[in-house]
């Protein structure tokens, strides 16, 4: 009795390795290793990139940008204005394409128009390195800027503003960078220049950036640091402790780069193929 009842559940749970045989292996489940992110054209050593576009798409992004529109002169007497019209702002075979044309269709004393763009109420940044890849336009009259404004509702001069890049046409080989607050701003802002060989700003791509921190702001071109600040260097309160938003633009006319004449050449474009944030770990 006992030898059957054996056999029997031998037989009932062979497959349960009842018989005195190797047991048979249970699979389980092997857990691979998380392959490594493939580099991306954006990375860039000892930084997180926290926002970055690449201008792929086939049009502007809205949810990156959004635009200020009208020819109020902009506190600098400008001959401009502003729209969100494909001939004056697109993308373009992976570029932003900012285009400054004469337009009989504006008001009189607006004899020109042009785009400006912002990340006002999407996105702004406190601290980090704020980089853009533009080509740039010239000619007498010709204005085109990347920069950033204060982002805590104080208005200008009192949010503070940070020119990463200015270029006049009439200075077609010199860029400016400059810092607003109250007691230093219009004509009184602390700034510096930077010369460059002939050709080199219209006739190809540089990047533009500054590297912002606590008590410190740095410029640099093409990777090159050409200009330092810090609260010892400005003649006022330095104001450079909240968030900022960025703006890119393309004027026409002014008081500090006076007005196109027979010499400036239409339609002008401002060629930009990134613009990218990034911040320390």
């Known amino acids: 009795m006992y030898k059957k009842i054996s056999i029997l559940l031998c037989i009932s749970f062979v497959l349960a390795s009842c018989t005195t045989g190797t047991p048979v292996p249970v699979a389980t489940s092997t857990l691979q290793p998380t392959a490594t992110p493939e580099p991306q054209a954006w ?16 049009e502007l992004d809205r949810s990156n940008w959004t635009f200020d529109i009208g020819g109020n002169g902009w506190g600098n007497a400008e001959w401009e204005a502003y729209t969100d019209k494909p001939e004056n702002v697109r993308v373009e075979e992976g570029m932003l394409v900012i285009t400054a044309i004469e337009d009989p269709s504006l008001p009189a004393g607006r004899p020109y128009s042009s785009a400006r763009i912002k990340t006002q109420g999407l996105h702004s940044w406190k601290y980090g390195r704020i980089e853009a890849s533009i080509k740039l336009p010239y000619g007498q009259g010709i204005w085109p800027a990347f920069w950033m404004l204060g982002d805590n509702n104080k208005g200008w001069p009192a949010g503070g503003e940070i020119d990463i890049l200015e270029q006049i046409g009439k200075e077609p080989n010199t860029i400016h960078a400059t810092v607003h607050a109250p007691g230093y701003f219009g004509g009184s802002g602390v700034t510096t220049s930077l010369d460059v060989p002939e050709g080199t700003l219209k006739d190809d791509f540089h990047a533009y950036a500054i590297e912002w921190q606590e008590n410190e702001i740095r410029w640099f071109f093409d990777d090159q640091e050409y200009f330092k600040l810090t609260p010892a260097d400005v003649p006022d309160a330095w104001i450079f402790d909240h968030e900022f938003f960025i703006i890119m633009n393309l004027a026409v006319g002014g008081r500090w780069p006076g007005y196109p004449d027979d010499t400036t050449v239409f339609p002008q474009q401002m060629l930009v193929d990134y613009v990218r944030v990034y911040q320390r770990p």
């Open 43 to 58: 990375d860039r050593d000892g930084w997180n990139t926290v926002w970055h576009d690449e201008f792929d798409g086939a």
